[in-house]
């Protein structure tokens, strides 16, 4: 079983829908990352968040550390939220190294 | 700043020849990474370094290795490529409290 699970695999939707991607880990982590990567494109960095919410424009991460779930959400979707959404973990110690998950693949259609 | 650089971005090798990839970090980060992404698999860690002069296996280090002789620069050796190295190679870098910087990827095809 991998220690970073994403879900669902691949989520097509129409753009304005509201998306949710979730992330469950099974280890013990200092920080989680959600990163972001287009077709053929380099790794973006969205959110770092150890607890509570983050928002910036219209992603939001949350994270509960006790149910060790995190989600990203898209509001008002576009198709150039199209892309692989990469789900990734720090250990406990600063030497850790980082585990991530397969990504989910989201299509926007226009 | 620059943040992380690699180059070459594009490269073809025929099978047994080998090459250096090299990542750059301008923002004085401790600890950089070599990571592999293929389709279905996501990215995996081939070496990592915890300072300069240190280099460390990661999950996948066959038929690579690593030198780390300056701090800002992290190169990828391959020795002898193979059809199955053909890959995405992403280098990262982190800096204490935890944030990890991506540079823009290598993509290399070996026939």
């Known amino acids: 079983k991998n220690e970073v699970e994403q879900s669902p695999q691949n989520l097509t939707a129409q753009e304005g829908e509201f998306i949710t991607i979730n992330c469950s880990y099974s280890?013990?982590?200092?920080?989680l990352h959600w990163l972001q990567q287009h077709p053929g494109g380099g790794i973006v960095s969205l959110f770092m968040?150890?607890?509570g919410k983050k928002k910036h424009g219209r992603l939001i991460a949350t994270i509960n550390i006790q149910e060790k779930h995190s989600s990203l959400h898209i509001t008002a979707s576009h198709p150039r939220d199209s892309a692989v959404y990469i789900c990734?973990?720090?250990?406990?110690?600063?030497?850790?190294?980082?585990?991530f998950g397969k990504g989910t693949r989201l299509h926007i259609l226009p | 700043n620059a943040g992380v650089t690699q180059t070459p971005k594009f490269r073809v090798l025929k099978t047994g020849q080998s090459m250096t990839l090299l990542c750059a970090q301008d923002?004085?980060?401790?600890?950089m990474y070599w990571y592999r992404q293929d389709p279905g698999m996501g990215l995996r860690l081939i070496h990592y370094?915890?300072?300069?002069?240190?280099?460390a296996k990661g999950e996948v280090p066959d038929g690579y290795n690593v030198s780390r002789l300056k701090k800002q620069n992290f190169l990828l050796g391959l020795e002898s490529a193979a059809p199955s190295q053909t890959s995405v190679y992403f280098c990262?870098?982190?800096?204490?409290?935890?944030?990890?910087?991506f540079g823009p990827g290598t993509r290399l095809t070996v026939t």
């Open positions: 990262a870098s982190k800096d204490r409290i935890y944030e990890q910087y």
């Open positions: 280890v013990g982590i200092s920080a």
């Open positions: 968040l150890s607890s």
């Open positions: 990734a973990v720090n250990g406990m110690n600063r030497d850790d190294k980082i585990i």
């Open positions: 923002m004085n980060h401790e600890y």
């Open positions: 370094s915890v300072g300069e002069g240190t280099t």
